[in-house]
């Protein structure tokens, strides 16, 4: 298994460029995230998706698009970028349970470090 | 407002001594926690968890403490091995929600 992995690795836009960071899953999990690490700030919680067609906002979507046409898939948006989006993406899946809400431990993508000038 | 909070940005500690990490929460509503750890250029990891229903949870050299009173929870290392310096997270579920909340990081320096 690949687990979750990410691309690019790296990533430099100008103010105003979009582009669409990638990640992908290979163990079938129902529940996909998109994390944001800034310095001093921790990761915080971008968009989620529990399954194909569901998707919806986490703390901070402002800016971002998402969307779940497969389980494997979870593209990630930009539309315009702006130099606050300068950071550390992280993409991260885990199973449900069969009680609401996920508790499950999460496995995490190597990560995507995008600047924007 | 951060609901989970880290107050310590680092922690340095002697091989073989014991590192305690710290954590605090102000949303009441949580009932599931977890630890992360964090390589540079790598994704977290998953560490230990610890649901409200326990106040303690061991898995080898890593326990868990929850205080609910408190609303207070730490990790223990012991003993610390300099394998272990990394980034640690705390992060917080809790009212059936999809929404994990993170902490901002306490970075273990263990020094051989």
């Known amino acids: 298994n690949a687990g979750v992995t990410q691309t690019p690795k790296f990533q430099v836009l100008k103010t105003g460029q979009s582009m669409t960071l990638q990640c992908a899953q290979d163990m079938n999990h129902e529940y996909m995230s998109w994390y944001r690490q800034d310095p001093g700030m921790g990761l915080r919680l971008i968009h989620y998706s529990v399954g194909a067609g569901i998707t919806d906002q986490g703390e901070v979507p402002n800016g971002y698009n998402v969307s779940r046409s497969t389980t494997e898939d979870f593209p990630l948006r930009l539309l315009s970028a702006a130099p606050s989006q300068t950071s550390v993406y992280f993409c991260a899946s885990s199973s449900l349970g069969l009680a609401g809400g996920n508790y499950n431990e999460q496995f995490f993508g190597p990560g995507t470090r995008l600047t924007v000038l | 407002d951060q609901q989970v909070k880290q107050n310590s940005p680092s922690l340095s500690v002697q091989e073989g001594r014991i590192s305690i990490l710290n954590c605090d929460y102000t949303n009441s509503m949580f009932d599931y926690f977890l630890w992360y750890k964090k390589y540079p250029a790598e994704g977290p990891t998953f560490l230990i968890s610890i649901s409200s229903i326990k106040d303690k949870n061991e898995d080898g050299r890593f326990t868990v403490f929850l205080n609910k009173s408190a609303k207070h929870l730490s990790l223990h290392i012991v003993p610390s091995q300099p394998g272990d310096s990394a980034v640690y997270f705390c992060?917080?579920?809790?009212?059936?929600?999809?929404?994990?909340?993170f902490g901002s990081g306490t970075r273990l320096l263990v020094r051989p």
């Open positions: 992060a917080a579920i809790g009212d059936s929600s999809y929404k994990l909340i």
